[in-house]
């Protein structure tokens, strides 16, 4: 399974930004997917994730109500909508992805995930 992301920018506070994350290989109904972020100098952060195991979806409490993922099976892509967008959210941010279903809770674990792209950075000012 190869990832690669793409989507992200320089945007100003309040800003909107989409993120995709393409996948090849297999496709993204049969995994887990998820999305992470990590800010210079700090660790690899749970964003959002989407189950197999019914599109079951989780976010990260910093992003919720702001932060819409989903998944279109006919492109194998995987999307972050990322609305309102605030000075904290500036990160590079990964995709992930694990095959078969997970719970709501285990998704936020990065060391589930088996596949990693290389990132899209996303830089947000105030």
């Known amino acids: 399974v190869q990832l690669v992301e793409s989507g992200g920018g320089l945007v100003q506070a309040g800003d909107s930004l989409r993120l995709a994350c393409v996948v090849s290989?297999?496709?993204?109904?049969?995994?887990?997917m998820g999305w992470f972020r990590q800010a210079p100098g700090k660790g690899r952060v749970f964003v959002s994730g989407?189950?197999?195991?019914?599109?079951?979806?989780g976010y990260a409490d910093s992003v919720k109500g702001r932060f819409i993922i989903s998944r279109d099976n006919a492109k194998n892509t995987v999307y972050l909508q990322m609305n309102n967008l605030e000075p904290e959210d500036t990160a590079l941010y990964y995709c992930?992805?694990?095959?078969?279903?997970?719970?709501?809770?285990?998704?936020?674990?990065?060391?589930?995930?088996?596949?990693w792209g290389q990132g899209t950075q996303v830089t947000v000012s105030s």
């Open positions: 290989g297999r496709n993204p109904s049969t995994m887990t």
């Open positions: 989407i189950s197999s195991l019914r599109g079951a979806t």
């Open positions: 992930g992805a694990v095959l078969g279903p997970t719970t709501v809770q285990s998704m936020r674990d990065w060391r589930l995930y088996r596949s």
